[in-house]
T-cell receptor, first 114, second 119 residues
Framework: ETGVTQTPRHLVMGMTNKKSLKCEQHLGHNAMYWYKQSAKKPLELMFVYSLEERVENNSVPSRFSPECPNSSHLFLHLHTLQPEDSALYLC?????????????FGSGTRLTVV | AQTVTQSQPEMSVQEAETVTLSCTYDTSESDYYLFWYKQPPSRQMILVIRQEAYKQQNATENRFSVNFQKAAKSFSLKISDSQLGDAAMYFCAYRGLIYSGAGSYQLTFGKGTKLSVIP
């Protein structure tokens, strides 16, 4: 366990469902990230929260909605997803942009959209 | 925009031997950071080694070392005395100084290289 905890570990949802992914860190980091990892593709940065302020990636569909209620918690709310959204969703955190220690990642949520 | 290319989708190495994973990147920045991450089947991305572009000396962490060629924009990872536990996906990542807002910076990843270790 690296200090970044993601739940659930696996999630299967229908296209009409609404679900949320949760990420929690108690490392004292000031930035948190959502990445999407699909097979044979580079990790795609979805959202960044730094000092609880969102830096938005404009290419992310609106069916993904992040929430950062405080510096230790990050959520990704999902609704009306498509099968191509099936992927591993990784949460990460960093201090000072990750220059010294890089990012600390969680173990991810494996999402399957049916 | 920065891009990171890992040209070897898969590689294998005999246990106790040495293997080198390649990574090239494209950037117009003069100062940046480079990382190698390891992702075992447990899915957790683990930082293996980092390199600061303004440092000419290649980074080393135990059995892991890099060959950083700034002019060629190349950042290869050498694993010496390979062990079974080294089997994993390895990702090269670039962190520039482009400010993404509120003190954050983007970490750009390559597609990864799957390393198998043969007993």
């Amino acid at each position: 366990e690296t200090g970044v905890t993601q739940t659930p570990r696996h999630l299967v949802m229908g296209m009409t469902n609404k679900k949320s992914l949760k990420c929690e860190q108690h490392l004292g980091h000031n930035a948190m990230y959502w990445y999407k990892q699909s097979a044979k593709k580079p990790l795609e940065l979805m959202f960044v929260y730094s000092l609880e302020e969102r830096v938005e990636n404009n290419s992310v569909p609106s069916r993904f909605s992040p929430e950062c209620p405080n510096s230790s918690h990050l959520f990704l709310h999902l609704h009306t997803l498509q099968p191509e959204d099936s992927a591993l969703y990784l949460c990460a955190s960093s201090q000072d942009g990750g220059t010294v220690y890089g990012y600390t990642f969680g173990s991810g949520t494996r999402l399957t959209v049916v | 925009a920065q891009t990171v290319t890992q040209s070897q989708p898969e590689m294998s190495v005999q246990e106790a031997e040495t293997v080198t994973l390649s990574c090239t990147y494209d950037t117009s920045e003069s100062d940046y950071y480079l990382f190698w991450y390891k992702q075992p089947p447990s899915r957790q991305m683990i930082l293996v080694i980092r390199q600061e572009a303004y440092k000419q000396q290649n980074a080393t962490e135990n059995r892991f070392s890099v060959n950083f060629q700034k002019a060629a924009k190349s950042f290869s990872l050498k694993i010496s005395d390979s062990q079974l536990g080294d089997a994993a996906m390895y990702f090269c990542a670039y962190r520039g100084l482009i400010y993404s807002g509120a003190g954050s910076y983007q970490l750009t990843f390559g597609k990864g290289t799957k390393l198998s270790v043969i007993p």
